[in-house]
Nanobody, 122 residues
Framework: QLQFVESGGGLVQPGGSLRLSCAAS????????IGWFRQAPGKEREGVSC????????NYVGSVKGRFTIFRSNTKNTVYLQMSSLAPEDTAIYYC???????????????WGQGTQVTVSS
């Protein structure tokens, strides 16, 4: 089953930074828009950010605007999510997934990975 591998999560203090990576070894990312999602305990999965195939278009959920940056390296077959000024409410499992373009609905995405845990706590 084709899927992404997310990495880079961990425990960080409030105000800290992390860089998440979304990589694929069995297919080429440049053919897809890539979205980052997160799911906190007891909450539904929400879209965090998305980047178009070329990287020329990005979007962010309001709560992370100005703090998170999504970018991609098609030569490395990887999409990144740079997170800064992290807060406890950013604690969640973070996932990446692919789509034909950046959609609002999570249902349009596929190749979901297992996720990487981000915990923001002092």
């Amino acid at each position: 089953q084709l899927q992404f591998v997310e990495s880079g999560g961990g425990l960080v203090q409030p105000g800290g930074s992390l860089r998440l990576s979304c990589a694929a070894s069995e297919f080429t990312l440049e053919s897809y828009a890539i979205g980052w999602f997160r799911q906190a305990p007891g909450k539904e999965r929400e879209g965090v950010s998305c980047i178009s195939r070329s990287g020329g278009y990005t979007n962010y959920v309001g709560s992370v605007k100005g703090r998170f940056t999504i970018f991609r390296s098609n030569t490395k077959n990887t999409v990144y999510l740079q997170m800064s000024s992290l807060a406890p409410e950013d604690t969640a499992i973070y996932y990446c997934a692919a789509a034909a373009q950046c959609y609002a609905s999570n249902d349009r995405y596929f190749y979901w990975g297992q996720g990487t845990q981000v915990t923001v706590s002092s």
